[in-house]
């Protein structure tokens, strides 16, 4: 199986037998480069072509693949799982029906390459799976629902491994999982649903490292009337959060500078850590108290002083465990492999 996961600035490939992962590649795209690309589907054959050329160098021809499982990107919101990709899934993608994001190439991408190969191509677990409950849709304003975009590949890859640690059943377990990246997503999972969590790309939760995270809706309406609604849609997502406030969004270097003494670096660091510990806390009065562990994950759970910021304010809630990256690499492959095997059946996106 081939599996694909593109992000912003690069593209994440992997060859797998079975669960087994045979090769990993990560091809980065300079900004340079990207800066070319008028549109993002223009970036397609220069991310294929990568990817060929990372298969090419394993000795794999396409037509070799039994599958293709891909990151999926912005869809109508549906349930947890394994989807094929088909025409409909392709067209909403390519026209950024329900917007735009890099992970909108996985399925484009996985389904040609799939095509040359005669083989089924796959999306697993989108970033709008949809388990809200019904309290969790209310925003406030009859005309705006609150809307479910989050890292569910990741989130639900690690709910099931921490699960699993506890000697439990993902599907059994309650637990607060929270994805720290560029984004960052905190979810309260209940019996193997995420019946809450902030939306993770449009202005909403705590601040990441590129995004404003929730803001006073009176000033941020009376800001975009001064500024311009586009303005302030790059400052919510891309332009906000840690890179706003410092002037850059690597993480490493925010440590560095925390370390040194940076009082500035260490406010922000401070209070990433303090929202993100108060989205925990309104995830644990969703689940009423009963929660088994507190799990931190994603790339800046490496962060030694946000970790240990967040683990002070939280632990009294439950057991707090780290699982520092990402496991989606895995979670797609395992996805994928599902349903080769016959143990669970794709689902038909529409």
Same mark, same amino acid.
């Given at each position: 199986m081939l599996v694909i996961n593109p992000g912003s600035t690069s593209t994440k490939v992997a060859l797998y037998e079975g669960r087994r992962c045979v090769t990993q590649n990560t091809v980065r795209h300079p900004a340079r480069r990207l800066n070319?690309?008028?549109?993002?589907?223009?970036?397609?054959? *220069?991310?294929?072509?990568?990817?060929? =050329?990372?298969? =090419?160098? $394993?000795?794999?021809?396409?037509?070799?693949?039994?599958a293709v499982a891909a990151r999926g990107g912005l869809l109508a919101p549906g349930p947890s799982?394994?989807?094929?990709?088909?025409?409909? *899934?392709?067209?909403?993608? =390519?026209?950024?029906?329900h917007g735009t994001h890099a992970s909108n190439l996985g399925a484009i991408i996985g389904s040609r390459i799939a095509a040359s190969a005669a083989a089924p191509a796959f999306i697993?677990?989108? #970033?709008? #799976?949809?388990e809200l409950c019904p309290e969790a849709r209310v925003s406030g304003i009859p005309e705006i629902e609150r809307?479910?975009?989050?890292?569910a590949l990741n989130q639900k890859a690690v709910a099931r491994f921490v699960a699993h640690r506890l000697g439990k059943?993902?599907?059994?377990?309650?637990?607060?999982? #929270?994805?720290? @990246? @560029?984004? $960052?997503?905190v979810a309260a999972h209940r019996r193997g649903k995420a019946i809450?969590?902030?939306?993770?790309?449009? @202005?909403? @939760?705590?601040?990441? #490292?590129?995004?404003?995270g929730g803001l006073p809706a009176g000033a941020l309406a009376r800001l975009a009337a001064k500024n311009g609604i586009p303005n302030i849609l790059r400052k919510i997502t891309g332009a906000g959060g840690v890179l706003a406030y410092l002037g850059t969004n690597d993480m490493v270097e925010v440590e560095r500078r925390v370390k040194a003494g940076d009082k500035a670096a260490r406010a922000v660091v401070g209070a990433m850590a303090y929202q993100v510990a108060k989205e925990i806390g309104a995830c644990g009065a969703v689940l009423v108290g009963d929660i088994d562990a507190v799990v931190l994950s994603g790339a800046l759970?490496?962060?030694k002083p946000l970790v240990r910021r967040i683990q002070r304010r939280v632990r009294f809630l439950a057991p707090v465990h780290v699982v520092p990256g990402e496991m989606e690499m895995d979670a797609l492959a395992s996805g994928a492999l599902r349903v080769?095997?016959?143990?669970? =059946?794709a689902h038909r996106y529409n």
């Open positions: 070319k690309f008028r549109n993002l589907s223009d970036q397609v054959p *220069m991310r294929e072509a990568a990817i060929l =050329k990372t298969l =090419k160098r $394993c000795g794999v021809r396409p037509e070799q693949l039994d799982g394994t989807y094929i990709v088909g025409p409909q *899934m392709l067209d909403d993608l =390519k026209n950024g029906r697993v677990d989108p #970033v709008v #799976v949809d809307r479910s975009v989050w890292h059943r993902y599907e059994e377990s309650n637990l607060v999982v #929270v994805h720290l @990246g @560029g984004g $960052c997503s809450d969590v902030n939306n993770a790309l449009d @202005g909403d @939760g705590p601040l990441a #490292v590129e995004r404003s759970a490496r962060c080769l095997t016959g143990e669970e =059946k």
